[in-house]
Nanobody, 117 residues
Framework: QVQLVDSGGGLVQAGGSLRLSCAAS????????MGWFRQPPGKQREFVAT???????NYADSVKSRFTISRDNAKNMVYLQMNDLKPEDTAVYYC???????????WGQGTQVTVSS
């Protein structure tokens, strides 16, 4: 089992920034990929960004050049730096863990990000 705890969400104005954090614990050796998903109000959960153990990254087109995913393997932490936030970024953000190209069903509890105009 892997436990994930998300934090860092909040209410910001358009153009502002937030940094989300995710702490992993438990059987951390079973995972080598971490990522972020989000669920806007009334919509399905969608992919945001992912990072491999050695630092390779991928992003959804909607957040490229604005968001940066990073990790600190020594602390078992993954981060999402969110810059130039837009109202359409409003969602509950969830951390997720996987191995190689496979996503496990391990999720953080979700942290709310609200961006006002």
């Amino acid at each position: 089992q892997v436990q994930l705890v998300d934090s860092g969400g909040g209410l910001v104005q358009a153009g502002g920034s937030l940094r989300l954090s995710c702490a992993a614990s438990g059987d951390i050796f079973s995972i080598n990929r971490m990522g972020w998903f989000r669920q806007p109000p009334g919509k399905q959960r969608e992919f945001v960004a992912t990072i491999t153990h050695d630092g390779g990254t991928n992003y959804a087109d909607s957040v490229k050049s604005r968001f940066t995913i990073s990790r600190d393997n020594a602390k078992n932490m993954v981060y999402l730096q969110m810059n130039d936030l837009k109202p359409e970024d409003t969602a509950v953000y969830y951390c997720r863990a996987g191995k190689d190209t496979f996503w496990y069903n391990y999720w953080g509890q979700g942290t709310q990000v609200t961006v006002s105009s």
